[in-house]
């Protein structure tokens, strides 16, 4: 299967692409799923639109194809877009990107730090990497919320 049919049966379930080497038709689908990036402005004025980098500590079994087979560690960072998240994934020499829309995105924090959507999920060990982040995540969580208080039901 080529990896433009790849990419439109994950536009309709989900989408985890290559992103190794720049694609044009990528770059639309992400903008089209996730929204644009902010503009070099906006990411100051929000203080950073990006995680330092953070091990991952398990994912799901349909995503394991984007991790090391071998006993490296892993790992991964997530930029926030306007109208959801990137998570990058580092493979060896490759990179994967999944892209999460907000109304997909649920976040767990108990003993580590997990996003859940579309039937995956990705687990962050709680190490410096995540303390140095709690900002960001912060900062994450709040547009998340915002993004669902879009559709809260009016009170009665």
């Not at 580590?112 to 995540?130: D, T, W, Y």
Request: with cysteine; net charge positive.
């Amino acid at each position: 299967m080529t990896t433009h049919c790849v990419c439109l049966i994950n536009k309709l379930i989900s989408l985890v692409l290559d992103t190794t080497y720049y694609n044009k038709e990528h770059k639309n689908l992400l903008e089209n799923f996730v929204g644009n990036s902010y503009t070099l402005f906006e990411a100051l004025k929000r203080k950073g639109i990006g995680s330092k980098r953070m091990i991952v500590q398990n994912v799901s079994q349909n995503l394991k194809i984007v991790l090391n087979t071998i006993s490296d560690i892993n790992y991964a960072n997530i930029e926030l877009r306007k109208k959801g998240i990137l998570i990058h994934i580092t493979k060896g020499l490759r990179n994967y990107t999944w892209a999460i829309p907000f109304y997909h995105l649920v976040i767990y924090k108990t003993n580590s730090f997990s996003i859940h959507a579309q039937g995956k999920f990705i687990q962050f060990e709680k190490s410096k990497n995540f303390y140095e982040n709690k900002v960001f995540l912060s900062s994450l969580l709040n547009e998340k919320i915002k993004y669902d208080e879009q559709f809260k039901l009016p009170s009665s």
